[in-house]
């Protein structure tokens, strides 16, 4: 079994910051790209980030100069780091993975089961 976990999310007010956590736990032989993605209600889900193992980063333009992701391979782990958050961040943002378990040849997406961010005064 392959899960990752998403923490952090939660209630802040507009300007201000958070970090989302995620951390992939189970049966892994290798994981490759990791993201984080957001959906708000009525809309697709997006991507905003993405770090590659190596450590190279892609960005959306809506979070480009505000958000930073971030991994530390040792722990399983990627962060994002929220600045200057606007109203329109609201959403449930998501964790992705694509890992491969353990005995498997083959990668897959993994998504955790969401965490949600409200900006509001």
């Known amino acids: 079994q392959v899960q990752l976990v998403e923490s952090g999310g939660g209630l802040v007010q507009p300007g201000g910051s958070l970090r989302l956590s995620c951390t992939a736990s189970g049966n892994i032989s290798s994981i490759y790209t990791m993201g984080w993605y957001r959906q708000a209600p009525g809309n697709q889900r997006d991507l905003l980030a993405d770090?590659?193992?190596?450590?190279?980063?892609n960005y959306a333009d809506s979070v480009k100069g505000r958000f930073t992701i971030s991994r530390d391979n040792a722990k399983n782990t990627v962060h994002l780091q929220m600045n200057s958050l606007g109203h329109e961040d609201t959403a449930v943002y998501y964790c992705s993975g694509k890992m491969r378990r353990l005995g498997s040849a083959v990668a897959r997406n993994y998504w955790g089961q969401g965490t949600q961010v409200t900006v509001s005064s």
């Open positions: 770090v590659a193992s190596g450590g190279t980063t």
